[in-house]
Structure formats: C-alpha cells, structure tokens
C-alpha cells in the first residue's frame, strides 16, 4: 500500500502542474472561528493562498442565520444576521481578502431545509409552525437530529430562493453553494395536507401512499430537481456565477433525502457536482469514488469534484489517507476537490496542509472556470496626507474599497468614486465604496475623511475585478 501512495503522489505531483484544477475547501461557523474576525479571515485566506488551495465555501446560512447582513433573513426569521457578527459583514471581508489573493469564493448554504438541529434551536419554525416537514405519522419531520422544513411548501422554496439571489447581487462571490441539505427533505416528508393533495391530482390516488412507493419517492424527488431548476435559471441572470451542488452520494442520499444528483447531473441542473465521499479509511473512500465517478461524471458534464473528509468531532484524516484520497481523485480525472474543513487542515501547525503543498499541490492551479480568463491582481493606491488617491483602471466591472488595515471603526465621507458624495462606515477599517459597472478604461479619484473632517491618510484605496468583468 505505501509502495502503491507513494507512486500516485509521485504521479499527481507531475499532473497538478497543469493549469487549471480545484483545491477547494468549506468554512463553517461551528468548530471554526474563522468567520470571527476581519483579522481570523485575513489569516485563514493568507494560509489557503500560501498552500495552494484556490477556492472557499464560506457558510452563509446556518442554524436559522445568516452570516451576511440580509434584509430576506430579517424578514423571515427576525434577524437581519447571526448576533455573534454584530454590525460586521462576514462575507464582504471574507471576498475582499480572498478576490485580493486570488482565491474564488463559493457561498455556501449549509443549512438548506433544516430548519434546526435538535442542540440549536432557531426562530424558524417558531415564527412559522406552518413551515414544518410532516410524516407519515402527522408529526414534525425528526432525521440525523435535524428537524426539516417541508420543502415542498412555495413559502418555503422562496425563502431559500431568495436567500441565494440576494447573495449573488449583494455580494461579489463567484458561486453558490447546496449541499446534503439543499434541495433536499429527509425522505419520510411529504405527508402534510398541500402535498398530499398534489400527488392525488398526480397519480389519482386519494390513499396516502407507503413510503416505499417507489413512484411516491420519485415523485417527490422530481419536485425538489424541479424547484433547483427554476433557482439555477433565476441564478443565471447573475452573471458569470458558478451554481455547485454537494450532495450526499448517490444513491444513499435519493433514498434517504430525495436528492436525485443523478437527475441533476442528467438535466444540467448545476454547473459543478461535489458528492461528500465522506470515509474514514482510504479503500472504503475509493470504492465510494469510484461509484460516484460512475453515477455522476458526465463528459461535457459539470464538473466533478469530490468531497473529502477531513475533520468530524474528534476525528482527523491521517496524513496518508488525504494524499491517498487526492491521488485517487487524480487517478479517476477527477477535476480536484473540496476539503471538509479547513480546521483539519491547519491542526498541528498546519501539517496536513503542508503536506499537500509538498504533494499535489506543489504548483499553483487555477480553479477550472478561471482558466480562460484569470482573476487580475488588485489595484492599489495610498491615501496621501489630504486623504486623497488616484487609480486607474482597466476596462470592465469592479469594486472599489478603502482599508486601513486596522481593526478599527471609523465613519467616513468619501468624495468621488463615480458616487458624488457617500458616507460609509469602516468595519475593522474596511469598507466596499462602489461598484464599477462595465465601461472603458478609467481614473478613479477619491478623497476621503472621517466625519470629523480629519484626512483619512495612510488608508488604501483598492480596486478589485468583479466575477461579471471575468465571463
């Protein structure tokens, strides 16, 4: 077996030095303090960047949350974010430092149609009991500890709907994520009056159907590749955004959570597909991959690149097992992967990480839908003494910040910038200023103060190319 590890590491070490392949890895908020901080994210993007990793799944919705400021949250759930950020925006800072190094940046859904998980209650169905996932038995739907929206409900869809799309037009990410729970209902959901009625009209019917009625199951399922049809369209008019899926594998997570990945794939429903070989020992993970390959890789298809499983609880991949995962990811002309989670990977002094730059990722790559047109580095310009600075840039859309590169809070009047006169507030010193539409090549001039007047000197003045300029 070491002989076996030893010759594909050798091998994915000469194929990683091609141009484009996937080193992704998800960012959560429980066992992660990443998201903590401007500080704590700035760190954790310096360390993906010098490691050779090129993409994050940072979570936006988890535990009835947000972790972005979010007017569709707030008015569903009461909460315009998760109180643990206050008046920060997570997603913003995590953009910014990742775009500056980069790094693609994926939001990622983690919560889906859970409503809750039994250890954390939240406000949703508190808010609205009508939103619950029934059973067979007419009770709330209970699976793996997690208690379920009913995904089927309109009210419902929306919701998640609206979630992704204001995500795509508030924020510069590059994609949007679902995962083993969107779309997605544990598979004994369905018995609720609405969606009984449905599938009498369906199948003509007026019993309540078994839960092992095959057509019942598909039937359901199809709801649920139908409803990801209709966001993937509505994610479309985003322009240049990626719509990714990690779902369980298949055809455990059919059975179990009506997610048809390969039905998905088949209809190209999503742009890439992550099934979460989650296994705790290296053939059990590649006999996983290779049925995952079989099922769920297309030519021409999205593109495939597993889930690997790095950290859960108390456990931690060994060294051996990870580089194993990898070369057998390269073995089977995976398009890479995504780690879960990046705490695994920095446990003792970032050993598994180091041991992947030594390894596969001993050459920087680019992600795959970067290839044609790569991100440009960011432009830079300091504030002088009167806090003013200058910048040109080239043709096509942008952002433009300020950063004092301090964990301060200042409110600030900004002059200039293609907004006339605007008033922001720098949140740990940074601030997105304006969006740049599409247009000829430019100088930008700004000046800016805090309210008080004072120069705001010494801060930066940043343009970042935005996903749309990169189509």
Known sequence: ?????????????????????????????????????????????????????????????????????????????????????????PLAQLVYEAHRRGIEVVAWLEYGFAAEH??????????????AAIGPDG????KNDFTWANAFDPEV????????LEVAREHDVD??????????????????????????????????????????KAWRAGLLSDWMAS??????????????SSPSCYPWGLDEYLQDAKGWVDRGLVDAIHPQVYRHDLAAYTRTLKEQVRELRREGGPLFAPGVLVKAGSYVVEREHLLGAVAANRALGCAGEIHFFLEGLREQDDHL????????????????????????????AQLDAEGRAALATP?????????????????????????????????????????????????????????GGKPLAGAKFVWLASRSALR
Request: aromatic share 6%; glycine share 10%; with cysteine.
């Open 175 to 216: 994609g949007v994520q679902g995962d083993d729970r969107l779309p997605a209902v544990a598979s004994t959901a369905g018995y609720d009056k609405a969606t009984l009625k449905a599938w009498a009209r369906h199948s003509g019917e007026t019993k309540k159907p078994a839960l092992d009625d095959e057509r019942w």
């Open 118 to 131: 039994a250890k954390r209650p939240t406000s949703v169905l508190k808010r609205h009991p009508g939103w």
């Open 231 to 244: 966001l993937r369209d509505e994610l479309r008019a985003a322009e240049g955004l990626q719509w990714s």
């Open 139 to 142: 009770k709330r739907v209970v």
């Open 353 to 380: 990480m180091r041991a992947l730059r030594a390894g596969p990722y001993a050459k920087d790559a680019l992600a795959p839908w970067r290839v044609a047109k790569p991100r440009p580095a960011p432009l830079e």
């Open 395 to 451: 043709v096509g859309a942008g952002e433009l910040w300020l950063d004092l590169e301090s964990g301060a809070t200042v409110d600030v009047v900004v002059e200039g910038a293609g907004e006339g006169r605007v008033e922001v507030r720098l949140v740990e010193g940074l601030a997105r200023i304006a969006r740049a539409g599409r247009g000829e090549a430019r100088t930008w001039t700004v000046r800016a103060t805090t309210r």
């Open 1 to 89: 077996m070491r002989t076996i590890l030893a010759s594909l590491v050798v091998g994915i070490s000469a194929l990683s030095a091609r141009a484009q392949e996937l080193r992704g890895v998800w960012i959560p908020n429980t066992g992660s303090a990443v998201l903590e901080s401007r500080a704590a994210i700035a760190e954790a993007m310096e360390a993906c960047r010098a490691h050779g990793l090129n993409a994050v799944y940072p979570v936006m919705w988890s535990k009835g949350a947000t972790c972005y400021p979010s007017k569709v949250a707030e008015g569903v759930v009461g909460a315009r974010i998760d109180p643990r950020y206050g008046e920060r925006d």
């Open 157 to 164: 869809q929306r919701f998640l709907a609206d979630l992704a």
